[in-house]
T-cell receptor, first 113, second 113 residues
Framework: DTAVSQTPKYLVTQMGNDKSIKCEQN?????MYWYKQDSKKFLKIMFS???????INETVPNRFSPKSPDKAHLNLHINSLELGDSAVYFC????????????FGPGTRLTVT | AQSVTQLGSHVSVSEGALVLLRCNYS??????LFWYVQYPNQGLQLLLK??????LVKGINGFEAEFKKSETSFHLTKPSAHMSDAAEYFC???????????FGSGTRLQVQP
């Protein structure tokens, strides 16, 4: 009964392809996030959703499109993958949009060749 | 804008020695500060959180951090390191304007036997 789960754990693909990463949380939280962690371990928020509504949309290329079908799921679709998209992508959730503890998924390591 | 700076990208201690990981913050308002830990190939886990209730905050696994406004610091300490403490540690500040966490660059803790 993993709290925040992501699939797949590893994703290797070629430049130009389109791929999706799925995230699900069973904590009953209202807010979900996507983070990108680069090769130097630097973590940066990409998006956040609260109750299926987009709250944060950082300066991310519009090739990245989040989708929240319900408040327990937040998927990330990436079009026309580029080498620079290689990173670990983390999904997280929290009770609400305030300064609450965020629970992180195990990450998806994306490698673009 | 609120930010955190972690001094020292790598810290190495002997098992049983004091652990001190440094974090300084920049904020024009009372900050919400966090320490997260990331074990190899895993997501982040909350160690502790400062919300102005008490300047000394105790967390999990024997860690604690002290909020010092005069020094704009929130350093993480543990009296006696265990091998299992080897991980990447991230300091973070919650930005009320952005409604998002801003993470520091991380500090890798190595524990030598």
């Amino acid at each position: 009964d993993t709290a925040v789960s992501q699939t797949p754990k590893y994703l290797v693909t070629q430049m130009g392809n389109d791929k999706s990463i799925k995230c699900e949380q069973n904590l009953g939280h209202d807010t979900m996030y996507w983070y990108k962690q680069d090769s130097k371990k630097f973590l940066k928020i990409m998006f956040s959703y609260n109750n299926k509504e987009l709250i944060i949309n950082e300066t991310v290329p519009n090739r990245f499109s989040p989708k929240s079908p319900d408040k327990a799921h937040l998927n990330l679709h990436i079009n026309s993958l580029e080498l620079g998209d290689s990173a670990v992508y983390f999904c997280a959730s929290s009770r609400a949009t305030g300064a609450n503890e965020q629970y992180f998924g195990p990450g998806t390591r994306l490698t673009v060749t | 804008a609120q930010s955190v700076t972690q001094l020292g990208s790598h810290v190495s201690v002997s098992e049983g020695a004091l652990v001190l990981l440094r974090c300084n913050y920049s904020s024009s308002v009372p900050p919400y500060l966090f320490w997260y830990v990331q074990y190899p190939n895993q997501g982040l886990q909350l160690l502790l959180k400062y919300t102005s209730a008490a300047t000394l905050v105790k967390g999990i696994n024997g860690f604690e951090a002290e909020f010092k406004k005069s020094e704009t610091s929130f350093h993480l300490t543990k009296p006696s390191a265990h091998m299992s403490d080897a991980a990447e540690y991230f300091c973070a500040v919650f930005s009320t304007g952005r409604r998002a966490l801003t993470f520091g660059s991380g500090t890798r803790l190595q524990v030598q036997p």
